[in-house]
């Protein structure tokens, strides 16, 4: 059964979580859940309904819902072609060598200073002030997922020159 993986699971990650054994229930409720179906099991903080494989009148879901709540700022700082495809649209119908498919070969083709001088654009633009500040009092994200490139705090090869200024949109 998957909730027994389930509740051996948790227990053994978060001791004294779940104290007892589940305990199969049918066509009863319990206060603040949704009533039961044959296929529902019974454990001390929650109902887990087996059929629909969803939980109800869980006492620990607040706190695990509010802790993290977070949102990806991909395609900024790092380059990621299904992500900001714009970017790239100025190297479709070139051969191998005059196309770019990630920030690497973008700063190789374009060179350092029009690498540089495209990026600070989409920097500029991709992720603001206000967006940051929307997302804050929005009160549904608590946390930015920010990708970087090694090359950012140390520039090597064809990175010298074209992410210079990278870090200096990281507060």
């Known amino acids: 059964m998957k909730f027994k993986l389930l509740y051996l699971l948790v227990s053994s990650l978060s001791p004294g979580f779940i104290t007892a054994e589940p305990s199969s229930s049918s066509s009863s409720s319990t206060a603040g859940a949704a009533p039961q179906n044959d296929d ?33 700022l991909g395609g900024w700082l790092v380059l990621e072609p299904w992500i900001t495809p714009s970017l790239f649209y100025q190297f479709l119908g070139k051969d191998e060598n005059t196309t770019a498919i990630d920030i690497h070969s973008f700063c190789t083709v374009l060179g350092p200073e029009e690498g540089n001088k495209q990026l600070k654009r989409h920097w500029e633009a991709w992720v603001t002030q206000d967006i940051i500040k ?9 946390s930015l997922r920010l990708p970087v490139g090694d090359w950012m705090y140390k520039p090597y090869g064809a990175y010298v020159g074209c992410t210079d200024g990278a870090l200096d949109y990281v507060d």
């Open 134 to 142: 929307e997302l804050a009092e929005s009160g549904a994200v608590n």
């Open 40 to 72: 529902s099991t019974q454990y001390p903080h929650f109902v887990a309904h087996n059929k629909t494989q969803t939980c109800t009148a869980d006492t620990h879901s607040l706190p695990f819902n509010t802790q993290i709540r977070g949102v990806n």
